[in-house]
């Protein structure tokens, strides 16, 4: 993980003893499909020239991004793993991942 990830606030240190940072925080509830602001895009640095299809942006419960996984997964007919709030699915399938979230109503989806 790079540098610009791991301090999303842009705060680097702070002086209140009873500060929090929002970083590792698990959501209580899972939002509905129309409200989930997913991304979809293929990546291929750092992973010995192969292509995986990442989905992030998912807000909710550990349990249902799990799920959203195994049926993405299952979809491409392919392998792939659930961490960081990521799913990385092994290979191009943007397009294929995209159409199913749009069919199954996560509207804010985009592809880049």
Known sequence: MNKKRLNKGGIIYS????????EGRVAETTLEPK???????????NRAGKSVTIVTGFVGK?????????SLKSLCGTGGTVKDG???IQGDHRDKVFAWLQKN???KSKKR
């Open 15 to 22: 002086t209140d003893p009873d500060f929090r940072t929002d």
């Open 35 to 45: 409200a989930q602001p997913l991304m979809v895009w293929l990546d291929s640095k």
């Open 62 to 70: 550990a349990e249902d991004l799990e799920k959203l996984g195994k």
């Open 86 to 88: 990521e799913i990385i």
């Open 105 to 107: 109503g996560y509207a």
